[in-house]
């Protein structure tokens, strides 16, 4: 095996997967079950939820809240937030929903990110963010189906 050197300083985690993206950008970043995410792909997908999210009026400091299960789409989700400079409060699907609900009720998060299975544990998904995106809804780029590099 061998080791490509990173190009530049890393200062953040947006920082390394851009350079891991410029390094190795048709390596697989993620797998989940049988689909793999590749820097590139990885790096491309957390730019435009990004985007997304600057265009839903995330700033800089907003607390969006990330209610999903482990998935792909979660570390998007997540690498979005933090590449705007949002904070990203995660809370564990496998939490009681009295204990979802106590930590939406005092997160103070501008925006829920969750799916259409778990919304329906959370007793008011309004009042626990100003807004709710279902990420089921939202259509990411297609991963890659499992394969072996030769």
Do not use: C
């Not at 050197?5 to 390394?16: G, K, N």
């Not at 590749?38 to 491309?44: E, H, K, V």
């Not at 919304?119 to 009042?127: F, K, S, W, Y």
């Amino acid at each position: 095996m061998s080791h490509t050197r990173l190009p530049r300083t890393i200062y953040t985690l947006h920082d390394l997967i851009q350079a891991a993206q410029e390094a190795r950008p048709g390596h697989t970043a993620l797998v989940d079950g049988n689909r793999r995410v590749t820097y590139s792909d990885l790096a491309g997908q957390s730019t435009g939820f990004a985007s997304f999210l600057l265009r839903s009026g995330i700033n800089r400091g907003d607390r969006v809240a990330l209610y999903l299960p482990r998935s792909i789409e979660a570390v998007v989700a997540l690498f979005g937030i933090w590449s705007v400079g949002a904070v990203g409060v995660i809370i564990n699907e496998v939490l009681k929903t009295r204990q979802v609900n106590y930590i939406l009720e005092h997160a103070e998060a501008s925006l829920l990110l969750t799916n259409s299975r778990l919304i329906a544990g959370i007793e008011n998904p309004l009042v626990s963010a100003s807004r709710t995106v279902l990420m089921d809804t939202l259509t990411f780029p297609e991963s890659r189906p499992e394969s072996r590099p030769e």
